[in-house]
């Protein structure tokens, strides 16, 4: 089982919003126009909050857990993304029809990580439209892919080669590379 927590950043960045309304509202007292920012803040607070309270989501093998909801893999039939990676929007169409929104408010890894999760699951769903199968790449090629040669990298220059080509001749033909060994040396 893999559970995936909302990121505490979005409670932070909530509270710090909720502060900042606090500052425009006082400030508004005296000047009515920082009613506007305030407004804007407590806005901000609310989403944020809400985001950093929403439910955990874990992956079972039988399961998606969204909170104390339990959705079978099977009956999932549609998986699609909308543009949001962070925080993670997810629309899942259901095989009775009904559409669950899944919101999780985590980073940028762990919302792919879940993303990843999701779609592997899902065997029976479309996938942003493409079937599971042709979506993992899992169908059966029409056509027989043809095997390319590998490349060849000239790593020498042409002197250089032959140079190794004229060693190698001489290599095979004496037996070492290196002149007779004088008496001194031994």
Known sequence: MTRYIPSRNYLWAGAGAFALAGVSGLIAWSWTPAALP?????????????LALRPRVEIDQDALLIGKRVILWEEIRRVDRS??????????????GKRVILIFPGDLDSSNSLLRHIRRHSREALIDG???????GNEAP??????????????????????VERLFHQLKTAGHLDPKNTPDEK
Do not use: C, H, N
């Open 38 to 50: 305030m407004g804007l803040f407590l806005a901000s607070a609310g989403l944020l909050i809400f």
């Open 130 to 136: 493409v079937p599971y199968r042709k979506f993992w």
């Open 83 to 96: 543009g949001w990676i962070s925080p993670l929007v997810l629309y899942l169409t259901l095989e009775d």
């Open 142 to 163: 029409a056509v027989e892919r043809r095997t390319l040669p590998s490349p060849k990298y000239q790593l020498l220059r042409p002197d250089d080669e032959a140079e």
